[in-house]
C-alpha cells in the first residue's frame, strides 16, 4: 500500500536556521506530493506541492523537490522565523483531489527567537 | 469566498451515543473527504463523497456513516462512539473536474468521548 514517513520530532531551532524536514515515500503509480502546514488550534493549510519527478514546489521561501529516485520530498527553508512553528505534514495522493490523501505522522517545529 | 466551513467546533460525547458532524464544502467544489486526526498523528481518510454517493472508504468500521447533500454539504455519522473515537475530524472539498487541483481542509470538529 501507499505511505508517508516523515523525520520524527520535535525540532527545534533559533530563528534564521535553516531547516529540513525529511519526508519519504512509498506509492504503487506515480503520486503528486505535498506539504501540509497546521497551526495551533487550526486545520490543515497546502503549503506546497508537486505533481511529477524533479519538480519543485515553494511556498513563503519553503521548497521541495520531487525526488523519484530517492522516492523523498524533504522540506527545506533556508531562514525559518518564529511564525513558521507549527506541525508540518508529508502527504501523497494518487490523483489530487479525486483520490485520498495519505498523510505521514507530522514533524513539530518550534522556532525559538 | 469562503473556505470549507464544520460544525460544531468542539462536541463531548459518552460511550455509546451517537454524534453528527456536518461541513460545507469550498465554493466550486463539489467533492467531500472526510478524515480522523488522532492526537499526535496525521489525518486518516475516513470516506469521500461525490454526487452523493461514497465514492471511496478508508479501513473504518461501519460505525462511520456519511451523506452528502445536492447543495455539496456533507455529514459524517459515528455510531455507539467509543473512547478511541476522540480526535479531530477533518473534512476536505475539491473540484472533480479540475485535475490540478487538491483538497482545501475545513477547521476540523474536536469530538471528545468520555
Known amino acids: 500500500g501507499n505511505s508517508v514517513t516523515q523525520m520524527e520530532g520535535p525540532v527545534t531551532l533559533s530563528e534564521e536556521a535553516f531547516l529540513t524536514i525529511n519526508c519519504t515515500y512509498t506509492?504503487?503509480?506515480?503520486?503528486?506530493l505535498f506539504w501540509y502546514v497546521q497551526y495551533p488550534g487550526e486545520g490543515l493549510q497546502l503549503l506546497l506541492k508537486a505533481t511529477k519527478a524533479d519538480d519543485k514546489g515553494s511556498n513563503k521561501g519553503f521548497e521541495a523537490t520531487y525526488r523519484k529516485e530517492t522516492t523523498s520530498f524533504h522540506l527545506e527553508k533556508g531562514s525559518v522565523q518564529v511564525s513558521d512553528s507549527a506541525v508540518y505534514f508529508c502527504a501523497l495522493s494518487l490523483d489530487f483531489g479525486n483520490e485520498k490523501l495519505t498523510f505521514g505522522t507530522g514533524t513539530r517545529l518550534t522556532i525559538i527567537p | 469566498d469562503a473556505g470549507v466551513t464544520q460544525s460544531p467546533t468542539h462536541l463531548i460525547k459518552t460511550r455509546g451515543q451517537q454524534v453528527t458532524l456536518r461541513c460545507s464544502p469550498k465554493s466550486g467544489h463539489d467533492t467531500v473527504s472526510w478524515y480522523q486526526q488522532a492526537l499526535g498523528q496525521g489525518p486518516q481518510f475516513i470516506f469521500q463523497y461525490y454526487e452523493e454517493e461514497e465514492r471511496q472508504r478508508g479501513n473504518f468500521p461501519d460505525r462511520f456513516s456519511g451523506h452528502q447533500f445536492p447543495n455539496y454539504s456533507s455529514e459524517l455519522n459515528v455510531n455507539a462512539l467509543l473512547l478511541g473515537d476522540s480526535a479531530l475530524y477533518l473534512c476536505a472539498s475539491s473540484f472533480n473536474v479540475e485535475a490540478t487541483d487538491t483538497q482545501y481542509f475545513g477547521p476540523g470538529t474536536r469530538l471528545t468521548v468520555l
Open positions: 506509492a504503487t503509480g506515480y503520486p503528486s
